[in-house]
T-cell receptor, first 110, second 113 residues
Framework: QQQVKQSPQSLIVQKGGISIINCAYE??????FPWYQQFPGKGPALLIA?????SEKKEGRFTISFNKSAKQFSLHIMDSQPGDSATYFC?????????FGDGTTLTVKP | EAGVVQSPRYKIIEKKQPVAFWCNPI?????LYWYRQNLGQGPELLIR????????DSQLPKDRFSAERLKGVDSTLKIQPAELGDSAVYLC???????????FGPGTRLLVL
């Protein structure tokens, strides 16, 4: 049973545009929701994370929006740049155990 | 601060051969994770250590996979014998505690022929 569903699978955005990636979860015990960025040949790197007691967190061009009642959260990348082209994974964690989405491949065209 | 170190970075073996992966976590990180990442998918947890104790190994195929974390620092993941379906990237991650952010190493890319 896949507990974290991520969409879209791939995304193409023009430079300067907004990239939006969505995730939905099932287990209400999840209490930590990180987003990771992964470049080819590298391990995932933590981008930004949120706990369910807040509805939004912003760090630079990256924002997480969290909807606890809908069990959904999303990553917004403002002013997308070609250097943002990578695979993005959402994850949901409880008691130290993380479940990852299947990833979104983002391509930002110059 | 040095990140998570993994070796080797790449490994090609014949099926039925043994293989081992090594991980050195970030200094002071008590929690260590081993993940497997198949192509086009997110990482899947194999085992989690708190210090030297394996606290979650429910997804580890114990008939062929084994892991250890001696002295609560470095860790080794072993596969014996390897099967074609074991071809994947094996990622090690560490965190200060179970409820903290995880920091991943670069992974070991395994190809079983």
């Amino acid at each position: 049973q896949q507990q974290v569903k991520q969409s879209p699978q791939s995304l193409i955005v023009q430079k300067g545009g907004i990239s939006i990636i969505n995730c939905a979860y099932e287990n209400t015990a999840f209490d930590y929701f990180p987003w990771y960025q992964q470049f080819p040949g590298k391990g995932p790197a933590l981008l930004i994370a949120i706990r369910p007691d807040v509805s939004e967190k912003k760090e630079g061009r990256f924002t997480i929006s969290f909807n606890k009642s809908a069990k959904q959260f999303s990553l917004h990348i403002m002013d997308s740049q070609p250097g943002d082209s990578a695979t993005y994974f959402c994850a949901a964690s409880t008691q130290g155990k993380s479940t990852f989405g299947d990833g979104t491949t983002l391509t930002v065209k110059p | 601060e040095a990140g998570v170190v993994q070796s080797p970075r790449y490994k090609i073996i014949e099926k039925k051969q043994p293989v081992a992966f090594w991980c050195n976590p970030i200094s002071g990180h008590n929690t260590l994770y081993w993940y497997r990442q198949n192509l086009g998918q997110g990482p899947e947890l194999l085992i989690r250590y708190e210090n030297e104790e394996a606290v979650d190994d429910s997804q580890l195929p114990k008939d062929r996979f084994s892991a250890e974390r001696l002295k609560g620092v470095d860790s080794t993941l072993k596969i014996q014998p390897a099967e074609l379906g074991d071809s994947a990237v094996y990622l090690c991650a560490s965190s200060p505690s179970a409820r903290s952010a995880q920091y991943f190493g670069p992974g070991t890319r395994l190809l079983v022929l």
